[in-house]
């Protein structure tokens, strides 16, 4: 679903990805952790279309189309969702106003009938459900005065809605209590299906206790320096990010799980 | 990054929507104004003595006025002897007795402009009385409004059927002395709209009058005169487009409101009119004043407005606060684009025991707009435990426009009660991109999050009207993003 060759980003002229290379296909949950300033947040970035991002090299392929061809709203309405770390507000536009103009571009983009008040109302209610939240936060403005659980459960609500085959979660447990993220991680399993993809970025080993992931990354100064199953994400938890920067220049990017 | 001070340009330099001139004959005075002038319009207009009385001593003082500079608005001088001070669509004399009287290119006008006058009358259950250059030409439901004691008619039969009413009240609130442009629309207006709502009588329908500007070289002066009786309740819809022009058009158009006691005025505006082209050429000058005195205990007055058109506007909605515990609103957006200037904002005097006043003003400025809010709260000795809260946000869209500010707050009473908020803000870049990576364009991001900005004023506009106002900021942010 998505082939990531040779990624090189900077923003500012500073240069961030340094040659990522990364393949995820359909039903596959990835998580990418790394240090603070590795990079993570960066990638999610450049796959959704950012425009304060320039990409110097490389290719990505999505479904075998050139990603970083599209606009952002075409990636969008092609099924890549990114749930943000730190969700916009938009004052006055309440949640229901902003997803069914979300939805409706997705469907106008598929050559699909809009959805009415009504069916559109009857598809959100089913999934409020999904994270636990009751309809009047429908008539709320976007993230506005929304505390940091809400923000995040508000995400994954906006991915139910929008069933996205691709979705790349950043640092959507930052900020969030242990309740809270037990509601967002349930939220994000129901969610896991054989057709759709989902990229976990995250600093922390917690939130791959609460989702399984069938791969995991680990970006140093740009770069994929570890690629495992879950238990390399233990061995981080064990042993400190420190760990990778004496080992980067002896092991090879793609190698196996360490221990 | 680059949000997109070109992108945000590109969506707000759409070509006028409404720009045509339509095919009627019009009867005009020659260009220039004396006392010849005024004595023509008044006996063409078949009027009591008193008012051409009342007109010429309107006159005789604005010839000693001078035009107002303190507006942050620039524009080039006005020649006030090149306008044509009367204009009266042809076959007036005989008066339309309905709809199928009326001049059919008239029609077609107006539907053109999304006003089936026809529709209205049938389905939307709103009275018209649509003001076509400077004549009423239709107005419909008023019979149904005579049966409670409603009277809405144009100004000009209200002359001559109610002329004791008019006497009375005509200049109650907005003298002639008051301003330039107030004397000069006191002097020459020839028509607008009056309504009386007799005591105790909640009027049934929103009242409705379009206005449109037509004839080349022709001013526009309306006069309104609204007053509500004891317990009585109105909501008056004004909304206007115009047709392109070449050369500026200047409008100086006069409101009164009288509210007695208990009597609710609501009053909403949608404007809409010829804002120029990109450098600002053959746009309307819109030099209006409005003001409503709320006269009697517990009377309210609310002000809502919605400018979206006019190369200039020069505004301000005011409420006098007399009667005691009397409440005054003034709610309003303002959008410029192109070279658009909006000076616009509101006057709140408290003069009554216990008033309340409230400001929300949303100014938006897009391209090379410039928008200006300027205000002024007045508490006056007497008005002990008067409260004023005033909200004023601005929205800036690019980088070559500009937003500003003057809140005048004049207390006279340790009593009173004053809250003033203010931001600006610009639509982020952050905002864009959330929108866009949920599927949302860009024009699309662009006008829900200005209408999200605008919502606490939209929200107080009659339903239809809202509608309207949604899809005139639509269009005016609409460009060729793609």
């Not at chain 1, 054989?194 to 990229?199: L, N």
């Not at chain 2, 039969?157 to 002639?176: F, I, K, S």
């Not at chain 2, 009697?296 to 009667?323: D, F, M, N």
């Not at chain 2, 982020?428 to 999200?452: L, P, T, W």
């Amino acid at each position: 679903m998505l082939e990531i060759r040779g990624l090189h980003a900077s923003i500012g002229g500073i240069e961030i990805l340094k040659g990522i290379d990364l393949t995820v296909r359909a039903g596959e949950v990835h998580a990418v952790m790394g240090p603070n300033g590795s990079g993570k947040s960066t990638l999610a970035a450049v796959l959704a279309g950012r425009e304060s991002y320039e990409v110097t090299a490389g290719d990505v392929r999505y479904h075998g189309r050139d990603l970083l061809a599209l606009a952002p709203e075409d990636r969008a309405c092609e099924g890549l969702f990114l749930a943000f770390q730190y969700p916009v507000e938009i004052p006055g536009v309440t949640n229901l106003q902003f997803l069914k103009a979300a939805v409706n571009s997705r469907r106008k983009h598929r050559g699909q009938p809009e959805l009415d008040a009504m069916d559109f109302l009857a598809l959100v209610r089913e999934k409020l459900a999904l994270v636990g939240m009751d309809e009047t936060f429908l008539r709320r403005p976007v993230n506005a005065g929304f505390s940091g659980g809400e923000k995040k459960r508000n995400e994954i609500f906006q991915m139910a809605v929008l069933e996205p085959e691709l979705a790349i979660l950043d640092e959507t447990d930052s900020g969030l209590d242990i309740d809270a993220l037990r509601i967002v991680a349930d939220g994000v399993n129901r969610q896991r299906q054989p057709s759709r993809a989902i990229v976990l970025i995250t600093h922390y080993q917690r939130l791959l206790e609460y989702i399984v992931p069938d791969f995991v990354h680990v970006l140093s100064e740009g770069r994929v320096v570890r690629s495992g199953d879950r238990s390399l994400a233990l061995d981080l938890e064990a042993r400190g990010y420190g760990w990778l920067d004496s080992d980067v220049a002896a092991t090879p990017a793609l190698g196996g799980s360490p221990g | 990054m680059k949000t997109d001070s070109n992108a945000v340009h590109d969506l707000v330099s759409r070509e006028y929507r409404w720009g045509f001139v339509s095919e009627v004959e019009s009867e005009e005075v020659p260009p220039g104004l004396d006392e010849q002038t005024i004595r023509l319009i008044s006996s063409k207009k078949n009027e009591p003595d008193f008012l051409l009385e009342w007109r010429l001593k309107a006159y005789r003082n604005w010839t000693t006025l001078r035009e107002p500079h303190w507006a942050n608005v620039q524009y080039a001088p006005i020649d006030y002897q090149s306008i044509v001070y009367y204009s009266a669509p042809k076959g007036r004399a005989d008066g339309p007795q309905s709809l199928a009287d009326v001049d059919p290119e008239l029609l077609r006008t107006y539907e053109r402009l999304g006003i089936p006058l026809q529709e209205q009358e049938l389905l939307a259950g709103v009275a018209v009385d649509a003001v076509f250059d400077s004549v009423s030409v239709a107005t419909t439901f008023r019979g149904k409004l005579a049966e409670l004691g409603i009277i809405f008619c144009p100004f000009s039969e209200a002359a001559q059927n109610h002329p004791d009413l008019v006497r009375r009240w005509l200049g109650t609130v907005v003298p002639y002395t008051d301003n330039f442009f107030a004397a000069l629309n006191s002097a020459v207006f020839t028509d607008g709209s009056f309504v009386y709502i007799p005591p105790g009588v909640r009027c049934p329908m929103e009242l409705s009058t379009y206005f449109r500007i037509n004839a080349a070289k022709t001013g526009q002066f309306e006069r309104t005169l609204i007053i509500a009786d004891a317990g009585s309740y109105v909501s008056y819809l004004e909304g206007c487009t115009a047709p392109m022009r070449d050369e500026n058009q200047l409008h100086a158009a006069v409101v009164e409101l009288v509210a007695l006691d208990d009597a609710q005025i609501k009053y909403s505006t949608v404007q809409n009119w010829y804002p120029g082209d990109a450098e600002g050429r053959g746009g309307i000058y819109n030099f209006v004043t409005k003001r409503g005195k709320c006269l009697g205990r517990r009377s309210k007055i609310s002000w809502t407005q919605v400018e979206t058109g006019s190369a200039i506007t020069w505004k301000y909605p005011s409420c006098i606060l007399q009667g005691d515990e009397s409440v005054g609103e003034f709610y309003s957006v303002a959008l410029t684009g192109g070279r658009q200037q909006a000076d616009t904002g509101t006057k709140m005097v408290h003069i009554g025991k216990r008033t309340k006043s409230t400001i929300v003003s949303k100014g938006i400025s897009s391209g090379r707009g410039q928008n200006t809010y300027r205000g002024l709260v007045k508490i006056q000795p007497g008005a002990d435990g008067a409260r004023n809260f005033s909200q004023c946000d601005s929205m800036l869209l690019g980088d070559r426009c500009g937003a500003h500010t003057f809140p005048y707050i004049d207390v006279a009473n340790p009593t009173a009660t004053m809250e003033h908020e203010a931001t600006t803000s610009k639509i982020g870049e952050d905002q864009m991109f959330y929108c866009q990576q949920r599927g949302i364009s860009k024009e699309h991001a662009v006008s829900m999050i200005v209408n999200g900005f605008c919502r606490d004023v939209f929200r107080e506009l009659p339903m239809e009207f809202a509608v309207e106002a949604q899809k005139l900021l639509e269009i005016n942010l609409e460009g060729s993003v793609g």
